[in-house]
């Protein structure tokens, strides 16, 4: 049943040390989103692909980078972690660009511990 | 500027409604949305708003706006304690976009 999976649901790394959070999808939508949500914050948009074409904010941190191999699977990589990236990281679809009849779906989130 | 501002809590007792508030200070968005997160989980759209209406109800859920002043509530009759959760207030634009400004969300406590 579950439309956004997100994997694992928590991870640990060290400071510096780089970390890959998974995102998979069955809604066969074009667009995938990563969100960052610190506590008691709005979640924040790094950057989204429309199919292929990526798409980055423009103050996503270099340090954040994204992956996405096929349709149903998208990667955020974080280069070097820093205490700041601690957070709440949603990975989000939509079929196409938002619309009342285009929302879109979350993930449950991976919340990820820097130490 | 794009900014959406709420309430961080909100406490209610079951049974009575709840009203959530939301200020936002982009005139030109059109979609106007409200989300859900339950402990552990995603962000579950709840209901939205085109920024045309005044006013939509879905069983339990009226969603009032009020474009002059940018507010928007949402109101939770009979508020049971599965209410309880954190909700978003977010809103996007009309172009068709893929950027939606979410607020950092309230949090509803509601007591047996």
């Known amino acids: 049943d579950a439309m956004v999976i997100q994997n694992p649901r928590y991870q640990v790394t060290q400071f510096g040390k780089p970390v890959t959070l998974s995102c998979s999808q069955t809604?066969?939508?074009?667009?995938m989103y990563w969100y960052q949500q610190k506590s008691s914050q709005a979640p924040k948009l790094l950057f989204h692909y429309y199919d292929k074409d990526f798409n980055n904010e423009a103050d996503t941190p270099d340090n954040f980078q994204s992956r996405r191999p096929n349709t149903s699977f998208c990667f955020l990589d974080i280069r070097s972690p820093g205490l700041g990236d601690a957070a709440m990281y949603l990975c989000?679809?939509?079929?196409?660009?938002?619309?009342?009849?285009?929302?879109?779906?979350f993930g449950p989130g991976t919340r990820l511990t820097v130490l | 500027g794009e900014d959406v501002e709420q309430s961080l809590f909100l406490s209610v007792r079951e049974g009575d409604s709840s009203v959530i508030n939301c200020t936002y200070t982009d005139s030109s968005s059109t979609y106007l949305y409200w989300y859900k997160q339950e402990p552990g989980a995603g962000l579950q759209l709840l209901t939205y708003?085109?920024?045309?209406?005044d006013m939509k109800q879905d069983q339990r859920l009226t969603v009032l706006l009020n474009k002059k002043d940018k507010h928007l509530s949402l109101r939770i009759a009979d508020t049971q304690t599965g209410d309880s959760a954190i909700y978003f207030c977010?809103?996007?634009?009309?172009?068709?976009?893929?950027?939606?400004?979410f607020g950092a969300g309230t949090r509803l406590f509601v007591k047996a």
């Open positions: 989000a679809t939509s079929r196409a660009r938002l619309s009342s009849t285009d929302t879109q779906y």
């Open positions: 809604l066969n939508h074009n667009v």
């Open positions: 708003i085109f920024s045309n209406m």
């Open positions: 977010a809103e996007s634009k009309n172009t068709g976009g893929f950027k939606t400004i």
